[in-house]
Each structure stands twice: as structure tokens, then as C-alpha cells.
């Protein structure tokens, strides 16, 4: 009967090191995020003035929040998240 290798589990210092690069990458992409709301402060509140500032809006960013908010689609669910942060009323 074959015999698996004993691995030893990883110490302490080790998951701490894990979980502060977790922590890291975390908080990394909450800055983003916030950079990226942070562009439509100056905005006008209206759903015509975040919709072409939206449209000035790097595809990156878009994809970014898509994927930070799990969003089924780039631009519409990104502008309405946006929108909703902002409380600007959409159709």
C-alpha cells in the first residue's frame, strides 16, 4: 500500500503571512474602489451627468467593478452601483 508524504501544516508565522497579504489585497481593492467612486464627487447629481461621466470612465475601471461587485454586466450594473453609491436616481 502506497504511502502519501506527511506534510507539515503551516506554522503560525506562516498563516499570519498569508493573512496579511490576504488583509493587503483586500484593502487594496478597496482603495480602487473608492478612487474610482472618488472621480464622480464633482459630478452634477443628476442621472444625465453621472451617465456621461460614466461614459468617460476607463473600460478597466468598469471591469473592475463588475468583478468587485459580482455584477452580470459591465456598464449598466456598474453605472447603476455607481449611481446608487452616489443616491442618484435612475430610470
Given amino acids: 500500500m502506497p504511502t502519501t508524504p506527511k506534510t507539515d501544516p503551516p506554522s503560525r508565522a506562516e498563516k499570519m503571512g498569508l493573512r ?44 473592475y467593478m463588475q468583478s468587485y461587485h459580482t455584477l452580470p454586466d459591465a456598464d449598466w450594473s456598474v453605472f447603476k452601483e455607481i449611481t446608487r453609491y452616489w443616491n442618484v436616481k435612475t430610470a
Fill in 20 to 63: 496579511a497579504q490576504e488583509v493587503r489585497a483586500r484593502e487594496k481593492g478597496r482603495t480602487r474602489r473608492a478612487e474610482i467612486l472618488q472621480w464622480f464627487a464633482e459630478t452634477g447629481k443628476t442621472e444625465t451627468a453621472f451617465y456621461l461621466r460614466f461614459q468617460e470612465l476607463a473600460l478597466g475601471d468598469k471591469a
